[in-house]
Antibody
């Protein structure tokens, strides 16, 4: 059973960076691409990008290009998302999510979700 | 990038009513369309993928249809536990864009 467990809430100052982890368990880590989706308070879902846990390749929404980094550690089955140059507009709950089907290489729906990590950006 | 537009943005219906939500893609996406349900304060949950395939465990009162640019999510008989915001998402080729969401309430 696919499980994704994220790191805890973060409070950051404007201009800082935040790095969130997403630890996978219950399946072969390299089978499912991991997506990152965020949700600002009272707002909708926003897809940020994805990472291939096998080779580490990534694809990002244009909005986040240059400001987001996604990495993985295959030894611990953990994916990381780092967002830099934070502003108050980055205050949101950040979710990691896994492909619905194995080996669909990010080209399928998000079938498994982490519990979310609240990032608050405030001076 | 392909844009996904949902309508309405919110609706209020009575228990037992048939509810329909629409999602329109700015370009054809075949059937690479998913629907998610997000209850207040909860994590999103996959309801439907492939435009019409019900995820395991999802009640049969939910159904999806459409192909190309126009899609619908139907709740055949609205139940109190269906109060949530529903999102469509296109998923073939990055970016995997979400629609703006439809908030469903009980009248």
């Amino acid at each position: 059973q696919v499980q994704l467990v994220q790191s805890g809430a973060e409070v950051k100052k404007p201009g800082a960076s935040v790095k969130i982890s997403c630890k996978a368990s219950g399946y072969t880590f390299t089978k499912y691409y991991i997506h990152w989706v965020r949700q600002a308070p009272g707002q909708g879902l926003e897809w940020m990008g994805l990472i291939n846990p096998s080779g580490g390749s990534t694809s990002f929404a244009q909005k986040f290009q240059g400001r987001v980094t996604m990495t993985r550690d295959t030894s611990t089955s953990t994916v990381y998302m780092e967002l830099s140059s934070l502003t108050s507009e980055d205050t949101a709950v950040y979710y990691c999510g896994g492909d619905r089907h194995a080996y669909c290489a990010g080209d399928c729906s998000v079938g498994y979700w982490g519990q979310g990590t609240l990032v608050t950006v405030s001076s | 990038d392909i844009e996904m537009t949902q309508s309405p943005s919110s609706l209020s219906a009575s228990v037992g009513d048939r509810v329909t939500i629409t999602c329109r893609a700015s370009q054809g996406i075949s059937n690479y369309l998913a629907w998610y349900q997000q209850k207040p304060g909860r994590v999103p949950k996959l309801l439907i993928y492939g435009a019409s395939t019900l995820e395991s465990g999802v009640p049969s009162r939910f159904s999806g249809s459409g192909s190309g640019t126009d899609f619908t999510l139907t709740i055949s008989s609205l139940q109190p536990e269906d109060v949530a915001t529903y999102y469509c998402q296109k998923y073939k080729g990055a970016p995997l864009t979400f629609g703006g969401g439809t908030k469903v309430e009980i009248k």
